[in-house]
């Protein structure tokens, strides 16, 4: 089965291809949209860049997977969570696409994409999983039924305010950063050496990130720049580490993913590994290409779904959805 399926919940428009027969991703072209330095993504003006640059990555994934209409068995979409003017155009183009192939259309969450991509590359089976990203940060597993991961999802822990991608984009507004935020704020904290105390709240396996984000932001021009970056960083992800470790004993897996955009981050991974490693456990993640956001991961859980449920993963063009605060625990 090959599938073509379309990424647009936040700054990101990807289309990739995905066959599930060949194991292989054949394509996954992607526009990103920058926002202005010093400010967040505003939604309407993301939507309007989706749409601009939607009929060229479409046509690019084609083109690049050698795909005819015809070789398309089906197209998912990411139905949620994420902001609803983006939502929208990648909704509407894939109810369009699949009304005029008549091709059976898929809904997908987010999350349960980059997990699924973290899974396919690292070849874990029944995983626990650490989803780290700009708006989400959760512990959580799935179940596992034959060799199909999914849900019902658990949340064992997950921030009680904001992201830790959110934390890293607001703190890197605060020093006036440019866009490209948490790499920027990473690459800082490489260079930092002097770590400095900061705010640090673990509450069983939940942790948050606000306080944290306030006393870091009110210290910026009196701690050196790069210091103050590598406690902000060393600090949050002793926090994930910690709730982590708790739950990797709770659950007694032998296999830990970490996956969403901040699981691009190095020093995230092997702090992860080294706190797996002394359970016993393998932790991996996947290339930075599925963690950033994008259509491959997308139409890989498309195959998934229609694996899973067969017919009934698909729905009428004319009944396209999507829901901006659907949580991975909420989907059957
Ligand atoms: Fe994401």
Redesign the pocket.
Known sequence: MRVLGIES?AHTFGVGVFDSTADAMLANPKAFYKSPAGQGIVPIVAAEHHREHAQEIIRQALEQSKSSWQDIDAISYAAGPGLGPCLQIGASSAAFLAGLHHKPLIPVH?GPA?IEAARWQSGFDDPLVLYV?GGNTQILTGTKKGKIYGPPFTVLGETLDIGIGNLFDAFARELGLEFAHGSVVAKMAMVGKNYHELPYTVKGMNFAFSGLLTYASKRVGKIEANDLCYSLMETAFAELCEASERALLMTNKEEVVVC??VAQNTVLMDKMKAMAGLHNAKCSTCENQYNA?NGGMIALLGAREMERKGKEAAILPEKMWYEQKWRIDQIV
């Open positions: 919940t987010h980059h990203s969403g955009g956001d």
